[in-house]
């Protein structure tokens, strides 16, 4: 143990095991590896698609793996009045977890009109678990909503992407999660923040929310923040304790987070305070043997086969250009958030008709509906994204899980989704009218039961492709592209009913009604 560093092991706060892509028991033995041995788990994506047995089949796949894994019942399944879902989730239908010892209390709370409005529904879940941990989401509120929040009981939250918000968070008695994923990347803003004005880190922790598996072997999980924070100037000590005792003393786990007596036997062994690199890791007391390959469990037939479209035609996805200006979704680098910006877009005529016309700097976007047979399309303008010659598309859609594809030609948008049909869910990449690649998602559209390796290698592939085919490199291709319909996150957002403008709660039907 000559130089090496001796640390509890490292407390993820929150994450969706689902957006990792493989199933829960390799992703948590990869993550492990890492020196990541306690997760806080927040099913939602697999409840929005499946419900309970959804819920119930990642209690199953985590029940015996090599760390601590807790879960959070999912509080918005649908997350707003606007989403369309796969099921309801309903307090009544939550009351069964409550005994779960492995059940904390509520997971995010994405629906903070309820909560500051008071909605009764709502308001009947923050009640059922009224003496447990209640997780926040809570971007770009104001003061006095976001005090209302705090009072209805909610403690956490993950979205803060400013110092300045992340304060305003504290003021009001929350424990800020700085987040690290592979498309929401906060934790730089926060801890400079946090180093400039000498800020006392008691009520800040370390998540990833949602982070790929082939970036998780790369680059780290947990032990990654807790390096980058360093290499920013925060001291290790306070790194240390963000990673392993303040994250499990909010959410109440009195034996993880410490090495000291009566203190489950979690630890990490690292190289030197320098580099911080994991060398080994132990949970129970016993070693984590690198790379072992896990058994992946059977998953249940009646959570395969959840993609059920209409057929959808080339057609489906013309555009007329009915107005002067459209509302387009500008994408930011780094970031889930997006911009709602009014302008001219491009566009030719086409028998006797103004139709869109996507270019190098605009490409269309499609959300359809795969749930229930629906027929749902909602069709709009994104801008940042530069795509070119090809199609990408995926199943995995925050937080409805709906089909989503973006493309610069209709007829290789078409291709992309019949593809994702076949394969019942999944991501694709399509260029110049052929199927380049596609990594099926079978379990719930969601997750691949083929193992990491094979995950791992077609994201080797694809990813790279994408940004060849110009999307720009500070984007993660599919995780930024799933997150383009979730409804909670501002500016603006598409669904398959149409453009939803958040902070006016308004759904447009087309991106050029005003």
């Known amino acids: 143990m000559d130089g090496k560093l001796l640390v509890p092991g490292f407390v993820d706060s929150h994450l969706h095991l689902e957006s990792t892509l493989v199933t829960p028991g390799e992703l948590i033995r990869q993550a492990a590896q890492c020196g990541t041995t306690t997760f806080i788990v927040d099913p939602h994506e697999s409840a929005n698609v499946s419900g309970t047995d959804g819920i119930d089949y990642i209690l199953d796949q985590t029940?015996?793996?090599?760390?601590?894994?807790?879960?959070?019942?999912?509080?918005?399944?649908?997350?707003?009045?606007?989403?369309?879902?796969?099921?309801?989730?309903?307090?009544?239908?939550?009351?069964?977890?409550?005994?779960?010892?492995?059940?904390?209390?509520?997971?995010?709370?994405?629906?903070?009109?309820?909560?500051?409005?008071?909605?009764?529904?709502?308001?009947?879940?923050?009640?059922?678990?009224?003496?447990?941990?209640?997780d926040g989401h809570a971007p770009f509120l104001s003061k006095g909503d976001l005090s209302a929040y705090a009072l209805a009981g909610i403690s956490t939250d993950h979205e803060c992407v400013t110092y300045e918000y992340a304060m305003e968070e504290c003021r009001n008695g929350m424990q800020v999660l700085i987040r690290e994923g592979s498309a929401a990347r906060n934790?730089?803003?926060?801890?400079?923040?946090?180093v400039e004005h000498h800020t006392d880190t008691e009520s800040f922790c370390f998540c990833t929310d949602d982070k790929h598996i082939e970036e998780i072997r790369k680059d780290g999980h947990i032990n990654y923040n807790v390096k980058r924070a360093v290499s920013l100037g925060l001291s290790l000590p306070a790194a240390l304790k963000m990673a392993t005792i303040q994250a499990a003393r909010c959410y109440g786990l009195k034996n993880i987070g410490a090495i000291a007596p009566g203190y489950q036997a979690d630890f990490v062994v690292l190289d030197n305070e320098k580099d911080l690199n994991v060398v080994d890791v132990y949970y129970k007391g016993e070693r984590i043997v690198p790379d072992e390959k896990p058994e992946i469990k059977p998953c249940p037939p009646v959570l395969k086969n959840t993609v059920h479209l209409a057929r959808v035609q080339e057609r489906d996805f013309r555009l007329l250009h009915t107005g002067e200006k459209a509302h387009v979704i500008v994408m930011e680098e780094g970031q889930i958030t997006t911009k709602d910006s009014y302008e001219e877009v491009p566009w030719k005529e086409e028998n006797g008709e103004k139709i869109f016309v996507p270019d190098s700097a605009y490409q269309k976007?499609?959300?359809?509906?795969?749930?229930?047979?629906?027929?749902?399309?909602?069709?709009?303008?994104?801008?940042?994204?530069?795509?070119?010659?090809?199609?990408?598309?995926?199943?995995?859609?925050?937080?409805?899980?709906?089909?989503?594809?973006?493309?610069?030609?209709?007829?290789?948008?078409?291709?992309?989704?019949?593809?994702?049909?076949?394969?019942?869910?999944?991501?694709?990449?399509?260029?110049?009218?052929?199927?380049?690649?596609?990594?099926?998602?079978?379990?719930m559209g969601l997750m691949s039961d083929a193992g990491y390796e094979k995950v791992n290698e077609a994201l080797k592939d694809m990813i790279p492709k994408a940004h060849?085919?110009?999307?720009?490199?500070?984007?993660?291709?599919?995780?930024?592209?799933?997150?383009m319909a979730l409804p909670v996150i501002p500016e603006i957002r598409i669904t398959p009913r149409g453009i939803y403008l958040v902070k006016k709660d308004r759904m447009l039907r087309g991106p050029f009604e005003n």
């Open 63 to 134: 029940e015996n793996v090599p760390a601590n894994v807790f879960v959070m019942m999912p509080s918005c399944v649908p997350a707003t009045h606007v989403d369309d879902n796969g099921c309801t989730l309903t307090a009544g239908k939550m009351k069964n977890y409550l005994e779960n010892p492995r059940i904390l209390g509520l997971g995010e709370v994405m629906d903070a009109p309820s909560v500051i409005e008071g909605g009764v529904s709502m308001y009947e879940k923050l009640s059922l678990f009224q003496n447990r941990v209640r």
């Open 187 to 194: 934790l730089d803003a926060i801890v400079k923040g946090i």
């Open 365 to 443: 976007i499609a959300v359809l509906e795969r749930h229930k047979n629906t027929g749902k399309i909602g069709v709009g303008i994104i801008k940042g994204f530069h795509l070119s010659g090809g199609a990408i598309a995926s199943s995995v859609s925050h937080d409805s899980h709906n089909m989503i594809v973006i493309g610069d030609n209709d007829r290789d948008m078409l291709l992309a989704v019949q593809e994702l049909v076949h394969t019942q869910g999944g991501y694709t990449l399509v260029e110049n009218g052929k199927v380049y690649r596609t990594l099926p998602l079978p379990v």
């Open 468 to 483: 060849e085919m110009g999307i720009p490199a500070g984007f993660d291709p599919f995780i930024t592209l799933s997150f």
